[in-house]
């Protein structure tokens, strides 16, 4: 299994612009969720989704947009990217039930918004 | 909504002792607590985690104890090792969902000097 992956894995962007940021999963999970990790933060959660065609806010949803058509993938998309952007995108993965809640990360992508 | 803190945001210690880092939750429904261990450059790992029927959980050098009447549970690292240095990140479940919706700590960067 590849688990979670990211593109890119860095990008720079100007104010303004716009672009999605891919995530995949082969693992069957059925949980995904974004992140995003600032300097002294910890990691937020932007949006997460608990199945194909289920999608549902978190702690810092503004400025970004997210859609489930499958259960492999999770793309988020920011509309207008603003300077206030700049951080670390993580993905993030795992079961809903049982007693398996792990979330497996993808290795992040680095977002510079100039 | 669930709100954790994490102290120390550093941590230095010389090879061979031991490491202890706690972080308190506001959620009194959150009933899982993992830690994650994230090494430069790289997404966040599970190292340990604990679930709100019990008080620790050993693993190897790794213990976390939970005590869910003060709302507050710890890791300790026993001997520790260079290779433990990096940056670990305590979490809490909001709302006690089974999904892990996931509320991160600040996080605290651990040295481990040989």
């Known amino acids: 299994n590849a688990g979670v992956t990211q593109t890119p894995k860095f990008q720079v962007l100007k104010t303004g612009q716009s672009m999605t940021l891919q995530c995949a999963q082969d693992m069957n999970h059925e949980y995904m969720s974004w992140y995003r990790q600032d300097p002294g933060m910890g990691l937020r959660l932007i949006h997460y989704?608990?199945?194909?065609?289920?999608?549902d806010q978190g702690e810092v949803p503004n400025g970004y947009n997210v859609s489930r058509s499958t259960t492999e993938d999770f793309p988020l998309r920011l509309l207008s990217a603003a300077p206030s952007q700049t951080s670390v995108y993580f993905c993030a993965s795992s079961y809903t039930g049982g007693s398996e809640y792990e979330q497996y990360f993808g290795p992040g992508t680095r977002l510079t918004v100039t | 909504g669930e709100n954790v803190e994490q102290h120390p945001s550093t941590l230095s210690v010389q090879e061979g002792d031991s490491a202890v880092i706690k972080c308190t939750y506001s959620d009194s429904a959150s009933n899982y607590f993992p830690w994650y261990k994230q090494e430069l450059g790289k997404g966040p790992q599970l190292i340990i985690d604990?679930?709100?029927?019990?008080g620790e959980k050993k693993d190897q050098r790794i213990a976390v104890t939970l005590n869910k009447t003060a709302k507050h549970f710890s890791l300790h690292i026993t001997e520790t090792q260079p290779e433990d240095s990096a940056v670990y990140f305590c979490a809490a479940n909001a709302g006690g969902t089974s999904y892990g919706k996931l509320t991160f700590g600040q996080g605290t960067i651990l040295t481990v000097h040989p």
């Open positions: 989704s608990v199945g194909a065609g289920i999608t």
């Open positions: 604990i679930r709100s029927n019990v």
